[in-house]
């Protein structure tokens, strides 16, 4: 499959290189950015950068790059999951770039990348947070499909998994 590469107003989303590992790192070594997800040491960064962004035969995650100065400001995840035709989406953002609409911005291009280029027949996502993810899922035009109870143990605390979903049918009536 041919790699991504869209431009918004303000972003370039494109295939990550191992060039962008210090700029990743930034974000996934942030334990606040990444108070949702395991943060990552730097050795892991660069792993999984290579393995599941870089050398993956078919990329799981692209960059979102500012147009203004080419800083990576952004991970999104875009990855095939079980039937094809069916991918998982998420998002971090660098925090610095949090509540400037950056996300809404790449992860609404992305969607309509998948669904009028590539046609795929469905999109999904999920959180456990509910104070940020879930509002843009929502946002996005994502509909929950379910909530898997206490699924997640974060922090010593289990909390619930809200699974999101959106069919490309669904998509182009709206």
């Given at each position: 499959?041919?790699?991504?590469?869209?431009e918004?107003p303000?972003?370039?989303?494109?295939?990550?290189?191992?060039?962008?590992?210090?700029?990743?790192?930034?974000?996934?070594?942030?334990?606040?950015?990444?108070?949702?997800?395991?943060?990552?040491?730097?050795?892991?960064t660069?792993?999984?950068?290579r393995?599941?962004?870089?050398?993956?035969?078919?990329?799981?995650?692209?960059?979102?790059?500012?147009?203004?100065?080419?800083?990576?400001?952004?991970y999104?995840?875009?990855?095939?999951?079980?039937?094809?035709?069916?991918?998982e989406?998420?998002?971090?953002?660098?925090?610095?770039?949090?509540?400037?609409?950056?996300a809404?911005?790449?992860?609404?291009?992305?969607?309509?990348?998948?669904?009028?280029?590539?046609?795929?027949?469905?999109?999904?996502?999920?959180?456990?947070d509910?104070?940020?993810?879930?509002?843009?899922?929502?946002?996005?035009?994502?509909?929950?499909?379910?909530?898997?109870?206490?699924h997640?143990?974060?922090?010593?605390?289990?909390?619930?998994?809200?699974?999101?979903?959106?069919?490309r049918?669904?998509?182009?009536?709206?």
């Amino acid at each position: 499959m041919k790699a991504i590469h869209i431009e918004t107003p303000r972003l370039i989303i494109r295939p990550f290189t191992m060039e962008d590992h210090a700029a990743l790192w930034e974000i996934f070594g942030d334990p606040v950015v990444m108070e949702h997800v395991a943060p990552y040491t730097e050795e892991e960064t660069r792993d999984f950068l290579r393995t599941f962004c870089v050398e993956r035969e078919t990329p799981g995650a692209c960059a979102a790059v500012r147009k203004e100065d080419g800083r990576l400001i952004g991970y999104l995840l875009c990855n095939q999951i079980d039937e094809p035709g069916i991918y998982e989406l998420g998002w971090i953002f660098h925090r610095n770039f949090w509540r400037q609409g950056f996300a809404y911005e790449a992860v609404s291009a992305l969607m309509d990348h998948l669904f009028r280029v590539r046609e795929v027949h469905k999109v999904m996502a999920e959180t456990e947070d509910t104070v940020r993810s879930m509002g843009l899922m929502e946002k996005l035009g994502l509909h929950r499909e379910g909530v898997f109870k206490q699924h997640c143990l974060s922090r010593g605390r289990w909390l619930d998994l809200y699974w999101y979903g959106l069919l490309r049918e669904d998509y182009l009536k709206s």
